[in-house]
């Protein structure tokens, strides 16, 4: 393991890492082809941060421990008040489908940039988030065909691109933080130990009366219940994300008639939107933790975690621009326009954003096995982009993931496998549309590792992760289409202290 070692020393880690996020960019520039994303405000972009795509995208109980290493949990904002280090994570994704029909399959590649974000503890109880990562993508390019009487066959095509960013900043506190250790020093804890106590009488072999303290049977039960309390009171984290979305799709819709048809010329018609408003995610999380259960001891304490996250309905300012003219196509391809038969110039109006919220419970046995769990709910059905409702419905989703550590501290043979995160997980949405009575629904499942890389004196650690993701999205029933993919997510993870002077001897 010596050569597996020596690999991953960080500054050849990090120049390794670069070369493959920016090779990423060189093979494609959009981040979907799928056409299905020409609906709502496009596909949209779940918390795909790597270590939570390979637990099947499950993030709302996903927390923190106080060692490391740390990540950010842009997902459920309350996460962040866990976080003991500063924690910077960067990341990009590729990925390969395949888009299968009644008429054949075509392939597509895309890749691009997934997030980058920032977590700084404030205090012991506080964390602050940064970052910037996709909220939903639009691209694709889509071609029918049709019999127009006197006129013959049309070529009808439809194309897309552009989405919506978001920058975010998150705050997390936990405001009973301090609860279960003021319990400990309190009159309180001392009125119930003290009062556990009592004064039996007996007598001797000789017959003299003695007196013996004795504890009382439920005195160690009332107290270990006011702690558990007290503790998962302490855990208690409230959080939010102010989110500020911006980016610009486009929509374009191309009518080609038949070169031998008189002067009729081609049609084209385009739509800008540009999109700049705030929009706010909350979140909470509560752990408690267990050491026995009945009277038996667990030799590995066990928290159990649940989380909550919510995404406020909005309705996101937005500019429209329409414009729509003929043209005829040149031989080497460039439109030459000839009459503007349609155009609107800037219009201002809306986007309404539903209501999204999720449920999540974790489970974790000491710093090895955790396992997430997870449900969520998105109103689509209120949905309206200027008005228009589209006809979506609403989307349900659950996921489960599971992440194993076999030896956190391992050394001797062996012991860089038995550090490394090994993950897991599988996802299903029903999608919120509804095409020919079927649904476009979605299912994944995924797999991952995270390598973790030594560092300086101060550079405290550094993780490589890498998540694999095969999914399903549609279907070919009824004349539509199934999306078949294979999306690699790489990210990498730096802890460190800040805002620390060094002192030198």
Wanted: charged letters at 15%.
């Amino acid at each position: 393991m010596k050569f597996c070692s020596s690999i991953i020393k960080t500054k050849y880690f990090t120049a390794v890492f670069f070369t493959l996020f920016f090779s990423f960019f060189t093979r494609a520039q959009t981040s979907t082809s799928s056409p299905y994303s020409r609906y709502g405000i496009g596909r949209m972009e779940n918390s795909g941060y790597a270590p939570v795509t390979a637990m099947g995208g499950s993030y709302t109980a996903y927390q923190n421990d106080t060692l490391i290493p740390l990540f950010i949990n842009q997902g459920n904002p309350a996460s962040y008040s866990t976080n003991r280090l500063t924690t910077f994570e960067i990341g990009g994704r590729y990925s390969n489908t395949n888009f299968i029909s009644n008429d054949g399959t075509v392939k597509k590649t895309n890749s691009g940039f997934n997030y980058v974000s920032l977590a700084v503890p404030i205090k012991r109880n506080m964390g602050l988030a940064f970052g910037l990562l996709p909220f939903s993508n639009v691209g694709y390019n889509s071609t029918s065909y049709k019999s127009v009487d006197s006129v013959g066959q049309v070529q009808y095509n439809y194309q897309g691109k552009g989405g919506v960013n978001q920058v975010f900043m998150g705050f997390a506190i936990r405001p009973f933080d301090k609860s279960w250790r003021k319990f400990n020093n309190s009159p309180r804890y001392r009125t119930l130990h003290d009062s556990g106590y009592i004064i039996k009488n007996y007598k001797s072999s000789d017959t003299t009366l003695l007196q013996k303290t004795i504890r009382k049977p439920n005195a160690n039960a009332i107290i270990r219940r006011n702690r558990f309390f007290r503790k998962a009171l302490s855990s208690l984290s409230l959080g939010t994300n102010v989110n500020f979305l911006y980016g610009t799709i486009d929509y374009y819709s191309y009518a080609y008639y038949p070169y031998n048809y008189g002067t009729v010329f081609n049609t084209k018609q385009y739509t800008e939107t540009i999109i700049h408003d705030v929009y706010l995610q909350g979140g909470a999380q509560m752990a408690f933790d267990i050491d026995s259960i009945g009277k038996h001891n667990l030799k590995n304490n066990l928290k159990i975690i649940l989380g909550y996250s919510i995404s406020l309905p909005k309705k996101v300012a937005a500019n429209a621009s329409q414009v729509g003219y003929t043209f005829s196509s040149q031989s080497n391809g460039i439109e030459q326009p000839f009459d503007t038969f349609y155009y609107k110039p800037s219009t201002k109006g809306y986007i309404y954003i539903p209501l999204m919220h999720s449920v999540g419970l974790g489970f974790k046995s000491g710093d090895k096995l955790t396992v997430l769990l997870d449900g969520g709910f998105q109103q689509w059905s209120k949905y309206s982009f200027f008005g228009d409702n589209q006809k979506l419905r609403d989307l349900y989703r659950g996921s489960i993931g599971i992440q194993y550590l076999p030896s956190r501290a391992a050394i001797g043979n062996l012991a860089y496998l038995k550090r490394m995160n090994y993950r897991i997980g599988a996802r299903y949405n029903t999608g919120n549309l509804v095409f020919n009575n079927k649904s476009i629904s979605e299912y994944a499942f995924s797999a991952g590792i995270g390598l973790p890389a030594g560092g300086g004196r101060f550079k405290l650690f550094t993780m490589l992760n890498i998540s694999g993701e095969y999914g399903v999205y549609g279907t070919k029933q009824n004349q539509l289409i199934q999306e078949k993919y294979v999306r690699v997510v790489i990210g990498l993870t730096f802890n460190d202290r800040w805002f620390i002077k060094t002192k030198y001897d």
